[in-house]
């Protein structure tokens, strides 16, 4: 019986046909569910590593030592990764090797846009394109085969609305091949220059060979239609859109993005009468089509380098007619993602932003931070940057720099990679201060286990590591540990640390208010005669306050009693839930 | 595809919008229809705008719903129901749970909420249909289940048989919570029958 299932849970169940035996990854979203998927089933060893670079080492191992692997993470992650992948490539594998990448266009979840499609195309590894949840399976599964015919890793990318869109997918037996046996190959698994250059001429055979297959494989497909003036080549979602918009197009399907198909290209394109590259981001298959001296009558030019595309905007392009809309004819107040009630972070974020320190963000909930009314991050650019960043800021302007600013990271975010910036501070005689907000958690991706919290991915009790011990083991000599709910607590301590000419560590500590088994407090309410109107509460910035007829009023279906605005108010007109 | 129906939810994230998806594309695939669902994931899903997808015929491509497209509209809340308004079909139907939730440019005052939502709405020809969700998930016995009462509000506007609707929450929803959502589903889909006859 078919099945409706998320594109991500479609991978996983992909692995679990194709007779997967081991998965590493990190969380990012939009590849997240891949690997919770794949963790339900007990045939796939399962585990969280702290970063993708290690998920990918470690799937690395695995596929020499003679198992089928699989890491998983999204198109930062593998910028994270590239070290590795671009090596693998030369090693190829022992067992079959993929390597799943979801891109973000439209940033839903990301801080770039990039397209993965690049780290292909660089790394010379295939990469496989589904466009629904029937194809994450049948491709998932496809990918082993050619990962073990070509010798090589294969990356299957997917995008925000492959990743997180249901559709039905047809179930099959699991085949395991059991292990394979694992035998010495210096010439193969040892990438000095003596062995790396003559490993390099067989990555470059290999994907002409990967090209040669995909010109007949069926991977690719063609499907002509009735109208045959317009061609259009086109690949994951993409083609779901345009199939959508224009039933009766002539369309050649890429199944296999990297390597690009070149006789089939020729032959579709001596069909059709124009030819249009429908693809989101970067124009990958039409510099490809345009490099082989084939015209394109369309491509970038219409479409853009920027966001998602989606039917509408295809036909618009194409200077075709969309249908009619109604528009709600005045401007409407736009709903970006805030910090949650009872949110551990908030208190610690309008304290900085009323202290005016620097704040070096990083990647997580927290990030959130930067925006109104709390406005406290100065800086975010990539995992772990917000401690490496505050050093080098802090070193270009001087020792009263570090009394003056902070870095915030999350506890998942410290064990990617933050804990090298801090060992570089600590090696290098610097003196900032880091808060490290420890909600024992991977918040933002949807509360997955990391190296501190004490569980793995299966949801087994793991050893914990101690962010304290961590710290002064790598002689951080000032490491706190406060609780954000208590405000002027939490103030002293940032205060006193950055006075300090010295490194300090402020750990943050409170468990993210949405996880289970989180005890909250009962909703609390204003006592509208003590109300001054003052604002106050407002200030830091509670989606469960609001204020209405010049009063303020707290939504009891959103607030969970964290006390915070009850320390703001100097005229005690807030509480109701005491025991 | 013509024969294509559109659905979107639309709400605040933390308002359980997946859960109505779910119960729904249960219903869609039991009766043998392709569908597909669109969700976000991530960042989006802390209190900010959520938008879900739903499509099914006999065969859907694309997974999202554009400008236009939709044959229904389930809105949480009001502010969302008039940010999704322009994906609306020009004779779809606009289910809406009638109240508001400030977004944060309305907390800090940078922005004034919309005023008189529903009468706009209806101002501008939109068949909707304003329900106070929230009343009748709370006369079920927890504020939370205002996704299932909307469910149950689009169940009888939708040509499936309540038994089916009673089979994709004993799917989807957790035995420790049914009794509880069956009765809230049961009090959208009577509230839904005596609006329609009215």
């Not at chain 2, 294509?4 to 039991?30: C, D, F, N, P």
């Amino acid at each position: 019986m078919k099945q409706l299932m998320l594109g991500n849970e479609a991978v996983a169940r992909g692995l679990y046909e194709a007779g997967c035996r081991f998965l590493s990854s990190y969380p990012g979203t939009p590849s997240t569910e891949i690997s919770e998927a794949a963790a339900k089933y007990d045939e796939i060893y399962a585990e969280w590593a702290p970063n993708e670079k290690v998920a990918m080492e470690a799937a690395i191992g695995a596929s020499i030592g003679g198992a089928r692997s699989f890491c998983a993470m999204k198109h930062v992650g593998l910028n994270v990764a590239a070290d590795p992948l671009f090596t693998v490539s030369y090693t190829g594998v022992n067992a079959g090797m993929v390597i799943a990448v979801a891109d973000d266009p439209g940033m839903h979840s990301s801080q770039n846009e990039q397209d993965s499609r690049h780290h292909a195309i660089a790394s010379k590894i295939p990469m496989l394109e589904p466009s629904d949840s029937a194809e994450c399976l049948e491709f998932t599964k496809l990918a082993y085969d050619l990962s073990e015919k070509f010798d090589t890793p294969v990356l299957l990318r997917t995008a925000t609305r492959v990743a997180h869109s249901q559709s039905l997918v047809q179930l099959n037996e699991r085949v395991d091949k059991g292990l394979l046996p694992y035998e010495k190959n210096p010439a193969k698994y040892v990438m000095m220059p003596g062995n790396a250059i003559r490993r390099h001429p067989f990555v470059e055979e290999r994907m002409e060979a990967a090209r040669e297959w995909s010109e007949t494989s069926g991977i690719n497909r063609v499907e002509l239609g009735e109208d045959r003036s317009v061609g259009y080549i086109t690949s994951g979602v993409c083609y779901q859109y345009l199939r959508e918009g224009a039933p009766d197009a002539s369309i050649l399907k890429i199944g296999m993005t990297n390597p690009l198909p070149v006789k089939l290209i020729r032959d579709f394109a001596a069909k059709v009468g124009k030819l249009i590259v429908v693809e989101e981001l970067d124009p990958i298959i039409e510099n490809h089509v345009r490099a082989l001296g084939i015209k394109v009558d369309g491509g970038k030019d219409l479409f853009g380098l920027l966001g998602e595309l989606s039917q509408n905007k295809i036909l618009k392009a194409l200077g075709k007619a969309t249908p009619d809309a109604v528009d709600f004819g005045e401007a409407v107040p736009p709903r970006p993602p805030i910090l949650c009630p009872g949110c551990p972070h908030r208190g610690i974020f309008y304290t900085l932003s009323k202290l005016g320190v620097f704040v070096s963000g990083d990647i997580g909930c927290y990030t959130l931070g930067a925006l109104a009314p709390l406005n406290a991050l100065d800086t975010t650019v990539c995992m772990g940057a917000s401690i490496s960043g505050l050093h080098g800021f802090n070193t270009a302007r001087g020792p009263e720099s570090a009394k003056k600013s902070v870095a915030v990271i999350g506890d998942s975010t410290f064990m990617h990679s933050g804990i090298t910036g801090l060992v570089n501070i600590i090696y290098n005689e610097g003196e900032s201060t880091v808060i490290i907000l420890d909600n024992s958690i991977t918040g933002m991706t949807g509360h997955q286990e990391n190296p501190t919290t004490g569980k793995n991915l299966k949801g087994q009790p793991a050893p914990a590591i101690s962010l304290e011990k961590l710290c002064e083991a790598v002689g951080v000599k000032n490491v706190r540990v406060c609780d954000p709910y208590a405000m002027a607590e939490m103030k002293a301590v940032i205060q006193e640390e950055l006075e300090k000419s010295e490194p300090s560590v402020i750990i943050s500590r409170r468990p993210c208010v949405l996880l289970p088994g989180v005890k909250t407090a009962p909703a609390l309410k204003i006592d509208k005669e003590k109300c001054k109107s003052c604002r106050l509460c407002m200030t830091i910035g509670c989606p469960a306050i609001s204020f209405i007829d010049k009063k303020a009023q707290i939504d009891g279906t959103l607030c969970v009693g964290c006390d915070l605005c009850v320390q703001m108010c100097s005229f005690g007109a807030i509480g109701g839930n005491e025991k | 595809m013509t024969d294509t129906k559109s659905i979107m939810i639309v709400g605040v994230g933390g308002q359980g919008t997946l859960l109505a998806s779910r119960i729904l594309g249960y219903v869609l695939m039991e009766a043998g229809f392709d569908v597909k669902m669109s969700e976000v994931h991530g960042m989006s899903q802390r209190g900010g705008s959520v938008v879900t997808y739903v499509k099914f015929g006999e065969r859907v491509f694309s997974p999202i719903v554009d400008q236009g497209e939709a044959d229904y509209i389930l809105a949480f809340e009001r502010l969302e129901a008039a940010r999704a308004l322009s994906c609306l079909k020009t004779d779809g139907t606009l289910i809406m749970n009638d109240r508001a939730i400030s977004p944060m440019p309305v907390i800090t005052g940078a922005m004034k909420y919309p005023d008189e939502i529903a009468e706009k709405l209806r101002g501008k020809g939109v068949d909707l249909i304003a329900c106070d969700a929230l009343a009748m998930a709370q006369e079920s016995g927890n504020a939370k289940s205002v996704n299932v009462v909307l469910i149950g509000v689009l169940s009888a506007l939708m040509d499936f048989s309540n038994d089916a609707w009673q089979r994709a929450l004993v799917a989807c929803v957790k035995p420790k919570f049914l009794e509880l959502n069956k009765k809230a589903f049961a009090l959208g889909r009577e509230y839904a029958a005596a609006n329609l006859k009215a």
